[in-house]
């Protein structure tokens, strides 16, 4: 070898490891119900060939991109999934209203599940993901190794229904986006302190373009449940908790109406046995958008792959 080849090697740059894709992507999967098809929108970040994979299921009438900052932070380890339940987002709305519910939703996450064709995930789940999450987990072979519980249980109270009743389903209109935020930052007020960048991203992907300005981004007819069959008592799901047996992190705003303190630190000693964390500051629900929160779902999911 030339002494101009060997100095050549000597200072060639060290080949860096490759990185996988951390970019957004959107996809679909057709979904059956009991009265048709539709199509069911989803988020995907990460490496698309990485066997870990995290859903991240959203609130009642939230939509996947609340998981925007989460899926950010996870996509290095991760291939993190991030659902728009139908009715919400850019997924379809149902022709009959009477179809949005739990039975439905458990089963098009079934297909997303056989769409991403993996054995096993992991499960983050803010409210009614999280419930959608818990009927997955408490099932026979269920695919979910680890599961987020974010400020919902086995216990919802009529209470907070009640509240959210108040304005699912009233399909109101702005003038502007400024209009929308408004909106957004007073009906999100149990969020907790966002920053005005926070506030903007959720306002954004909350609201879809109509004639004469902007409406909210979900069917109005997931709130027919709530005018038709007003609840007058608590839901009881402590059979469903009770099935589940993967590590569990239940965590709670320490404001919430939705998770009683009482049931949250029942949460731990019964079922799963979660392990239980109160967030500060905070009502239904926290957003897992700021550092400490994104940083305590990722140290419990990471556990889980270092233990696999």
């Excluded at 932070?73 to 997924?91: E, H, M, N």
């Excluded at 229904?161 to 109101?172: C, D």
């Excluded at 005018?227 to 059979?239: A, K």
């Excluded at 320490?254 to 500060?280: C, Y």
Aim: charged share 20%; with cysteine; glycine share 10%.
């Amino acid at each position: 070898m030339s002494l101009f080849d060997s100095l050549k090697k000597l200072f060639a740059p060290v080949p860096q490891p490759l990185r996988p894709y951390h970019g957004m992507r959107e996809r679909s999967v057709q979904c059956i119900g009991p009265h048709g098809l539709h199509r069911m929108a989803y988020t995907e970040w990460g490496d698309p060939d990485n066997p870990r994979v995290v859903v991240c299921a959203h609130g009642l009438t939230r939509n996947g991109r609340d998981f925007d900052f989460l899926a950010q932070a996870l996509a290095d380890d991760y291939r993190v999934v991030c659902p728009d339940v139908p009715g919400r987002g850019r997924s379809d709305w149902l022709g009959v209203k009477a179809d949005y519910g739990f039975p439905l939703y458990v089963s098009d996450m079934i297909t997303l599940l056989a769409r991403l064709d993996v054995e096993t995930v992991q499960w983050v789940g803010t409210s009614m993901g999280g419930i959608i999450g818990m009927l997955i987990a408490s099932q026979p072979h269920t695919p979910i190794t680890r599961l987020v519980l974010n400020d919902v249980g086995p216990v919802i109270t009529a209470a907070s229904l009640r509240r959210i009743g108040q304005y699912v389903g009233t399909a109101p209109r702005f003038a502007s986006m400024a209009e929308a935020e408004t909106y957004i930052r007073t009906v999100s007020e149990p969020f907790g302190k966002l920053t005005d960048a926070q506030w903007h991203h959720l306002t954004v992907h909350s609201v879809r373009p109509v004639e004469g300005g902007f409406a909210m981004i979900y069917d109005p007819g997931i709130g027919d449940a709530f005018r038709l069959n007003p609840l007058v008592m608590d839901v009881d799901l402590w059979q469903v908790y009770e099935a589940v047996s993967c590590p569990t992190l239940a965590i709670r705003g320490a404001e919430s109406d939705l998770l009683e303190p009482a049931v949250h630190r029942a949460m731990a000693e019964r079922g799963p046995r979660a392990r239980i964390v109160e967030i500060d500051g905070v009502g239904h629900a926290p957003t897992l958008m700021d550092t400490a929160q994104i940083g305590l779902v990722r140290d419990f999911l990471l556990e889980g792959a270092e233990t696999a």
